[in-house]
């Protein structure tokens, strides 16, 4: 959404390229996950890009770092309260 590849990777300490594609997933998970918390339109979540991408940073780091033992509630509560302030209330 609005994290670079390149970000990602400097993000995580990541030189090489050898898991790029591991990373752009990982990215894409973020991006899904954050749309479905936010239920927002991409055009509203870049008024509000610095909190959406401290989300996003957040999620690749967080499933990268844990990609064996990964809680992915209690990874989905921290974004929801990161993004609570733009989180759409009801569809």
Do not use: C, Q
Not at 26 to 54: G, S, W
Not at 56 to 65: R, S
Request: net charge negative; glycine share 2%; charged share 35%.
């Amino acid at each position: 959404m609005f994290v670079t590849l390149e970000e990602a990777k400097g993000y995580l300490r990541v030189d090489s390229s050898d898991e790029d594609s591991f990373i752009l997933d990982l990215m894409e998970t973020a991006n899904a996950l954050i749309k479905n918390v936010t239920r927002r339109t991409p055009a509203v979540l870049k008024k509000h890009e610095a909190v959406v991408r401290t989300a996003e940073l957040y999620v690749i780091a967080y499933l990268y770092e844990h990609r064996e033992e990964a809680d992915h509630k209690a990874m989905t509560e921290t974004v929801k309260y990161l993004l609570f302030g733009i989180r759409k209330e009801k569809f």
